[in-house]
């Protein structure tokens, strides 16, 4: 039984996944922002499992709650391993857990409609879908030993590039899909360079296609992705997302990012080693406690 912790695991793709994946027999540890949907999502894995999931309300927009989450989840797995011990003992079975999260899902993340900091001084942009994803994984980074990394990015990536000079971002020329862009281009690049870092980890991104659900910034954009025909399912993404989960090692690339089940180039800048290198060290240094 695998432990998997999905972030932005309250709605959309997150949620499909991690139903998928407690159908499967994996812990799921659920992640979200609002307390009310993640409250709901929680019934619904329950429903599955016929167990309660852990699950944890955490702001991204808050470094400080990306820290308490870190730490929480360090918690959990740490004593996950300590009651299979016991439990091995008691049975006389060899064998403990590992103590550690075999899948960590960085699918939190979103569209913010007009420019805003967050209380840490970032683009709420930036730093919710990119910032404290990396600040995550990283402060994880001992719990992920051969383990996987899956970053939910988007083909959206292709409109915008990060700056890691400028993680602040400038409120003059705020264009929300542009940011989005931005912080999609550093899913992909941060994937690239953990594989390069962390060659013990498989860590990929993926485009889970045009989705149905609740996202954008704007009465049109959420109309669109509400109502539009022909969207990918919630289901369906999900169904990718798992994929790359479990799919035997030597079949993905690591560093890799997919469009369905095929790794293939994301744009130029996307898949520049110097700006991805740029990039961690920026943010390793605006993430500093």
Do not use: C
Request: proline share 4%; glycine share 10%; charged share 25%.
């Amino acid at each position: 039984m695998a432990t998997i912790v999905v972030t932005g695991g309250s709605s959309g793709v997150g949620l499909a996944a991690a139903k998928q994946f407690a159908a499967r027999g994996d812990e799921v540890i659920l992640v979200g922002r609002d307390q009310r949907r993640l409250s709901a999502a929680v019934a619904e894995v329950r429903a599955i499992t016929g167990t309660e999931p852990a699950n944890f309300r955490t702001d991204f927009e808050s470094l400080t709650e990306v820290r308490e989450l870190a730490a929480a989840l360090k918690k959990t797995v740490e004593l996950k391993k300590t009651e299979e011990t016991k439990k091995a003992g008691e049975t006389g079975k060899t064998g403990e857990s590992s103590g550690r999260i075999d899948v960590l899902v960085n699918n939190a993340g979103g569209m913010v409609g007009d420019y805003r900091r967050t209380v840490d001084g970032f683009e709420a942009t930036m730093q919710g879908n990119h910032l404290a994803p990396f600040l995550l994984t990283t402060l994880l980074r001992d719990e992920l030993r051969d383990a996987r990394v899956v970053n939910t990015a988007s083909r959206a990536h292709m409109r915008g590039v990060p700056d890691p000079a400028n993680l602040a971002g400038d409120a003059a020329n705020y264009r929300s899909w542009t940011a989005y862009g931005a912080g999609k281009a550093s899913n992909v690049l941060f994937a690239a360079e953990a594989a390069r870092r962390w060659p013990d980890i498989l860590s990929v991104s993926f485009h889970p296609g045009v989705v149905r659900t609740n996202f954008g910034a704007g009465r049109v954009t959420r109309f669109f992705y509400r109502y539009t025909p022909f969207l990918v399912t919630p289901e369906k993404a999900g169904e990718l997302l798992v994929w790359l989960a479990t799919a035997p090692r030597d079949e993905l690339v690591n560093g890799g990012y997919y469009v369905g089940r095929e790794p293939v180039r994301p744009a130029p800048h996307a898949r520049n080693p110097e700006l991805a290198a740029e990039l961690w060290k920026a943010s390793t240094e605006a993430v500093k406690g």
